[in-house]
Each structure stands twice: as C-alpha cells, then as structure tokens.
C-alpha cells in the first residue's frame, strides 16, 4: 500500500523547468509525518498510517533510518514497514485542517517494483523504503503469515 497526494515542492520542481515533462505534482509515496514532542518515531508511524489510509496497524517492522542531507540539515527519516488492516482502495483521507488530499494506492509488490524499477516513484524516502522492502518482503511475508 501506498499514498498518493499532491506536493507544492513537485510543481516548483516543474516550473523550474529542472526536471523532466513527464514529472507530475501528485507523488506516490508512503506514509509519513513530522515527530511531535513526546512521539516517538514508532508513535508517528502509526499516527501516520491511520491518518493518511485510514488503515490500522497490526504489527510494525522498524527498517532503516538514514539521514536526509548532512552537510546541512540534521533531518533523519526512521523508515517503518507496517503491516495493516485492509485499506479501502482509492479511497481519500488525511487532516481536513492541514488540506491534506490522500488516496490510498493498493498495488501488487511486483507492481511497486516496476515502478521503482521505471521511475514513477521519484522521492527519496520512498525510493529507500521500496529497496529495503524490495529486500525484505520474502521475510515479512513469511513472519506476517505465522
């Protein structure tokens, strides 16, 4: 499962004229949010997922954290792989008061592997949790079944 919503940063990117014509503001990525005080980042992830899918999560799987530009910004991104109740396809969620606009993509794994692999997803945390999950899915599968 993952998200899809719309990015100001993505269309100042077009208007640039720096990326490619076939670039679209309506990015596919996977949930995520900001740490509030007293949040963990586990807390946040969960916080996350109901608010944007609307999915509950059953069991959580920390994945990687890394670092998003060191040589000027202490921002670190604690990647998460949940595994959730089922989302209603299509269906739009998020924070009315935050204008969040976010659909809920249900694709096969092979399906999010081609579109790492062909360059529909195009941000970086989503491009990392996809390799690690690329990775990782046998594994999940087999726990997550038991």
């Given at each position: ?12 990117a ?49 994945a ?11 921002e ?71």
């Amino acid at each position: 499962m993952l998200i899809e919503q719309f990015r100001v940063g993505a269309l100042a990117a077009i208007e640039s004229g720096h990326v490619g014509k076939d670039i679209t503001p309506w990015l596919i990525e996977c949930a995520a949010g900001i740490i509030e005080d007293g949040e963990t980042p586990e807390e946040v992830a969960r916080r996350e997922v109901r608010e944007e899918t609307g999915c509950d999560v059953l069991d959580i799987v920390p994945a990687l954290q890394y670092l998003v530009s060191p040589g000027g910004t202490s921002e670190t991104i604690h990647v998460f792989c949940a595994h959730v109740t089922a989302p209603e396809p299509g269906s739009i969620h998020g924070i009315q008061e935050e204008h969040e606009d976010i659909r809920v993509l249900v694709v096969p794994v092979a399906e999010a592997f081609e579109w790492l692999r062909t360059g529909v997803v195009i941000n970086a945390m989503t491009l990392i949790a996809l390799h690690w999950f690329r990775d990782n899915h046998a594994g999940l599968r087999q726990q997550w079944k038991e």
